[in-house]
Each structure stands twice: as C-alpha cells, then as structure tokens.
C-alpha cells in the first residue's frame, strides 16, 4: 500500500515545486502587463507566503480532520485553480489576490507530505522528495520560457501549469482509498495525534529550537539563491547574461545533492547528513567571502548547494524520532512555517545590509546564518532528550 503511495507523493512534491519558480521567470513579462515595476514582485511573494505559513500552521489540524489524502486533494485544487485564473489576470490586484490561494495550496502539500514520508519512510526517500521539488522548481521557468517563445506572452505557460496541476487532481481522487487504508494503518502503529493548543504546542521542549534551525538553514537557502547573479556580477566581474547562466549552478548543486544523498542517506545518520552538508555550505560561503579568483566563487556556489541539499529533508525525517510520531505533523507544520518566514524574511533583510554596504556582505551573511543552523541543529537533541547517535 505504501509502495503504490509513493509514486504519487513524488509526483506531488513536483507539482509543488513547479509554481514556486514560475513567478519570477514570468515576472519581467507579467509586469508589463499588470503596468508595474519588477519590485512589485515583492508584494505578490509576500502573500504567497502568508498564505503558505498558515496553511503550515493549520496543517496538522487539517489532517486530523480529513486525513492527509484528502488535504492533498484541496490543496491541488487550489494551486490548479489559481494556475488557471492566473492565466487570465491582467491586474495587479488579482495577481496579489491568486498568490494567497497559490501559497496556500503549497504550504499544506509541503507539511503534509514531509510529515507523511517521514512517519512512514525511509530517509533517503525524504532525500527523493526534495529532489522531485527541484525538478518541478527547474520545470516552471521551461514552461514559461516556452510559453513567451512560442506565444510571445506567459498565460499560456500558467494554463499549461494549471492543466499539468488538473491531471495530479484526478489521480489523487481516484487514489483516496489508497490513502484511507493507509492513515488507518498509521492510527494503528502510532496511535492518534496528539490535540495541543498553540500555546501547549510551543512549550514541547525542542520546539522553538527546531523552529530557529529552519529559519536560519532555509534562510542561508533563499538568501545564497536571491543574491547569486548578482555578486557575481558586481563582486566576480561576470557580465549579466553569464551572471544568470552561472548561478545555476547553486540550484544545480541543491537538485543534485538531493538525488545523490538519498543513496548516502542509505548508510548515514541523518544527524551527520546535517553536519557535513552545513561543513560543505560553511565552505562554499568561505570560497565566496575570500578574495580569490572569480573561478572559486563558482566553486563557493557548487559547494554552498551541494551542502544544502541534506539538510532540509534529514531535518523533516528526524522529526518524528525527537518528537513522537503523533506530534509529529503539528512540529512539521510549525517547521515549514518558520522556514518559510527564513525565506521571506532574511534575503530582503541582506539587502537593506547590502545598501548600508555593499555585495560584499552576502558571504558574511551566509557564513552568519550556516554558523546559527549548527549551533540551533546541535541543540534540539539536547531539548528534546532524543538519543544523539555519533
């Protein structure tokens, strides 16, 4: 049963990667024709996130309630539906509104699946899982560059989305008996979730400190990703076009550190996945922060994703060891939640540090933030009184 699940879930993690990219592929053209700058960007990612952290929030209660199945099923529902409406938005203000039903729907596949495949799975298929997010991630920018290729404009690469989201809808609605069978068998292994309120959630001990690990392990994430071409523009002397082409390889790195370290996973602790993949990112930002030759800030970029790849699904898949599998979800939730606001929050953060300063301080910051997620990763066993393996 699990074996016939696991298919679908990577195909989901795809789905969900594939709107994360889209916007800001689509947005240069977009904007023309909503009649707005590139930095109203900003906004419109803002409340997709707002959407995503509450949903994460609501998450384990949500799943309680209808079962994992059937939160998959609404919240495919409304990333197709706001995929298809996007299509045909040409106001800023309905771009705005469709980004809160987009990050929504996103915020609860992403809790829901993590939680799933961590109670009932191997690590390296939490590893698997994030690769499929990269895949999907690496697929949304195709299918709008495409779209603006063959059609001049980018509705069509979001109604291709939407159609592509439609098709995952119907499958997973004719495989709910699927998921039925299997929530009943995870009510048998590890009993009923625990029912805490927020306030009862947030006194488990370990909890706040996993929370900080997220937000500072995804914000090294979003802050080295955000800031790529542009220091290697400015600081490394690339010219733009070379500067865009070559801060893939970060990305490069993260996808394929995924797909690889679900096979290391086989014989690793996930404890020691975290920390050899933040000694390669603290690396990859020390090649950055050094005055080397622009080659090694190549390099830097390589290492800083190679090492991220780890980190995230070995974080997810600890969860249940250190909290119980019946909490389990509601501290996946809280997580995500608080991985998102790292997203959100500390690239802009760096860019106020950047106008006070220069580019220069974008190593610094990372260097700062992979130094924090160790320090935060190296607690929670401490708090939670899980048995720390070598």
């Known amino acids: 049963m699990l074996s016939l699940l696991l298919p679908l879930i990577y195909v989901s993690f795809i789905s969900l990667g594939l709107p994360d990219a889209m916007l800001g592929a689509a947005w240069p053209s977009m904007s023309l024709t909503v009649g707005r700058s590139l930095s109203d960007l900003g906004l419109v ?58 990050g929504m729907g996103g915020g609860a596949v992403d809790s829901g699946l993590n939680g799933f495949v961590a109670r009932n799975y191997k690590a390296s298929h939490m590893s698997w899982l994030h690769f499929m997010w990269g895949v999907g991630a690496t697929l949304g920018p195709l299918i709008i560059g495409a779209s603006i290729k063959l059609t001049g404009s980018w509705p069509r690469g979001y109604l291709t989305a939407g159609i592509i989201q439609g098709a995952l809808l119907a499958i997973l609605l004719f495989s709910l008996p699927l998921w039925k069978k299997a929530e009943s068998q995870e009510l048998h292994d590890f009993g009923a979730p625990k029912k805490l309120s927020l306030q009862g ?52 790195g993260t996808t394929f550190g995924r797909g690889v370290s679900g096979f290391v996973a086989m014989k690793i602790d996930s404890r020691r996945m975290i920390r050899y993949g933040l000694c390669l990112a603290f690396f990859g930002a020390l090649l950055l922060a050094l005055p080397l030759p622009r080659e090694a ?7 800083l994703g190679l090492g991220n790849a780890p980190i995230f699904p070995s974080m997810s898949f600890l969860v249940p060891q250190r909290f119980g599998a019946n909490l389990s979800q509601a501290v996946i939730g809280m997580s995500t939640a608080a991985a998102y606001f790292g997203s959100t929050l500390m690239p802009p953060l760096t860019g106020l540090i950047v106008k006070g300063a220069s580019l220069k301080v974008v190593p610094f910051m990372l260097l700062l933030l992979i130094a924090a997620a160790w320090f935060f990763t190296e607690r929670i066993d401490r708090r939670t009184g899980s048995i720390q393996k070598a």
């Not at 080295?224 to 400015?234: H, I, K, P, R």
């Not at 800030?297 to 290492?303: K, P, S, V």
């Open 297 to 303: 800030a190549l390099a830097g970029y390589l290492f």
């Open 45 to 102: 990612s803002m409340i997709s996130t707002l959407g995503a952290v509450t949903s994460s929030l609501l998450s384990s209660r949500l799943i309680e309630r209808f079962g994992t199945g059937r939160v998959m099923v609404g919240s495919v529902l409304l990333t197709a539906l706001g995929l298809v409406f996007y299509s045909f938005s040409r106001s800023y203000f309905m771009v705005c509104l469709l980004a809160l039903p987009l």
């Open 201 to 252: 959630l947030m006194k488990t001990p370990g909890l706040k400190t996993t929370m900080l690990a997220f937000f500072c392990m995804v914000g090294f994430e979003y802050t080295g990703s955000v800031w790529a071409a542009s220091f290697l523009e400015e600081q490394k002397g690339f010219d733009a076009a070379a500067s865009a082409l070559l801060s893939s390889i970060y990305f490069f």
